[in-house]
Structures are given as C-alpha cells and as structure tokens.
C-alpha cells in the first residue's frame, strides 16, 4: 500500500494542495472545543475512561485535521483510527460503568463489537443511501440496541444515549450527502460531520460523567 497515495473524497477538495479543504480542516477545531470543555468539566473528577475520552476526542481532532489538509493513506489511517479507539473504549464504560458489568465481561462484549459491525455492514450496504457511511451507521443502532438495558438502571443515562444516536444520525446523514449536493453546495456538507460530531463526541462524554454522579435509580 502506498501510504502518500492522494485521496480525494470530498466535494471541498479540487486539488491535491494543502488548504484544497480549508472549511473541512477548520471545522476541526469542534472536536478540540469539545475536548477542552469536557476537561474541565472532568478537571474536578469523574471516571478515568471519560478522561481517556476526552484525550481521544482531541486526537480525532487532530487526525481529522491531517487528513483535510495533507489527504494522503497514511493521513486517513490517523483519521479513522481514533474513531475506532473512541468508539471501542465507548462501548467498554457503558458495558462496565452502566451496566455494572465486570471489567472482563465489559472487555468480551466489547470484542462483540467487530463480528457486529462485520454482520450489519454488509446489510447497510443493501440500502443505497447508508452505504455511503456504512460502518458509522452501526454507532447510532448499537446506541439504541443499548438503551434499554441502560434504561433499567438510569432511565437519564439512557435517554442520553438516545440523544447522542440522534445527533449522530443528523451528522451521517451530512456527511452521506456531501459529494450528491455538490453542484449546488461546492463547499460540500462535510463541515457539518465535524461540528456535530465534536458536540456528539462531548455530551457521550458528558453522559458519562453524569452517570457517574448520579444515585442509582431506586436508591437515596
């Protein structure tokens, strides 16, 4: 694999320049914002892994950033694979801080989370429009597969689950259409997955923490 291979994916980007996409690199900034907002609401405590999160959210960032500018293989694998940390570390605090599982039970459902994404994305792949964003379209059911499990603990926790699924939903979607509104939106719809990602990414954080701090339902 050639990893300086150019990459042009996005409606922004008419060359293989470095500010060829100056609305997409910039809009990365949500996810440092985010990053830094949810660091000092945790400044004071809270769980280690929202901590973790918080570091991985600004490495999103950051790798978003890269890719945007230099649009290179090697620049796309610093792009998706904080991602995947996120969403794997994601799935672990809910499985261990929501739903009381032990750290290996928490570890094995968490492993489930390739066979699962192995299964539903070619499914996806059968309805023309998610296939565009197949494997994030598996975040946003794997939050609503978990709600109700969350919901017989913290009814709170699980609405805010069900809050991130809809955000997220809303910003794949942008992202999907990005190249099929380009005649009509040169700069593209990209910038839109950045900034609602950054606010979804902070307030799963945030969820997180609230949960932490909330009484169990049924207890004083």
């Excluded at 320049?17 to 996810?31: C, H, I, Q």
């Excluded at 792009?79 to 672990?92: E, K, Q, R, S």
């Excluded at 739903?99 to 539903?120: H, K």
């Amino acid at each position: 694999m050639d990893w300086f291979e150019q990459v042009d994916a996005y409606c922004e980007r008419t060359d293989p320049s470095y500010w060829s996409e100056p609305v997409n690199a910039l809009t990365n900034a949500a996810f440092l914002i985010a990053a830094f907002v949810m660091w000092r609401r945790l400044a004071g405590g809270g769980p280690v892994l929202a901590r973790v999160l918080v570091g991985i959210l600004a490495l999103i960032g950051i790798g978003s950033y890269l890719f945007h500018t230099h649009a290179t293989a090697w620049a796309g694998l610093a792009d998706t694979a904080p991602i995947g940390v996120f969403i794997l570390v994601y799935l672990f605090a809910v499985c261990h801080q929501m739903l009381r599982l032990p750290w290996w039970g928490a570890g094995l459902v968490t492993l489930g989370f390739a066979p699962f994404a192995y299964v539903m994305v070619p499914l996806l792949d059968r309805i023309p429009f998610l296939r565009i964003s197949d494997f994030y379209w598996t975040v946003p059911i794997l939050l609503v597969l978990f709600a109700p499990l969350v919901a017989r603990r913290s009814p709170a926790s699980a609405r805010g689950l069900l809050i991130g699924a809809g955000i997220l939903s809303v910003s794949i979607t942008l992202r999907s259409l990005d190249l099929m509104l380009c005649a009509a939106w040169p700069a593209g719809t990209h910038m839109f997955w950045h900034i609602l990602n950054g606010v979804m990414l902070g307030w799963m954080i945030e969820v997180l923490r609230r949960d932490a701090l909330a009484p169990v339902a049924g207890q004083s």
